[in-house]
């Protein structure tokens, strides 16, 4: 199973990117999918997750900004990242339910 996000990219706050977690081995239709960053020296926080349902679930520093969405066509979770912020600029992770971390994507916002 593997998950491998792509997206990376430098914006200037205000801008957008959307970022594509593609996984191969599973289905992201049956399982809970999601997004997690970390800064430099921290934890991994949550961004977002679907369920298996299509329930949505954002960190209240993103909620508004941020849409997470699953084509279940191509196997693949999405990230739109809308109004972004600097401190927004983090490594982001793709999560899903019982598998091991994917490679992170960097994330960088200019103000």
């Known amino acids: 199973v593997q998950l491998q996000a792509s997206g990376r990219g430098l914006v200037q706050a205000g801008g957008s990117l959307r970022l594509s977690c593609a996984a191969s081995?599973?289905?992201?239709?049956?399982?809970?999918m999601g997004w997690y960053r970390q800064y430099p020296g921290k934890e991994r926080e949550l961004v977002a997750t679907?369920?298996?349902?299509?329930?949505?679930n954002y960190a209240h520093s993103v909620k508004g900004r941020f849409t997470i969405s699953r084509d279940n066509a191509k196997n693949t979770v999405y990230l739109q990242m809308n109004s972004l912020k600097p401190e927004d600029t983090a490594v982001y992770y793709c999560?899903?339910?019982?598998?091991?971390w994917g490679q992170g994507t960097l994330v960088t916002v200019s103000s």
């Open positions: 999560w899903g339910y019982a598998l091991d």
């Open positions: 081995g599973t289905d992201v239709s049956v399982r809970s």
């Open positions: 679907i369920s298996s349902s299509g329930i949505t």
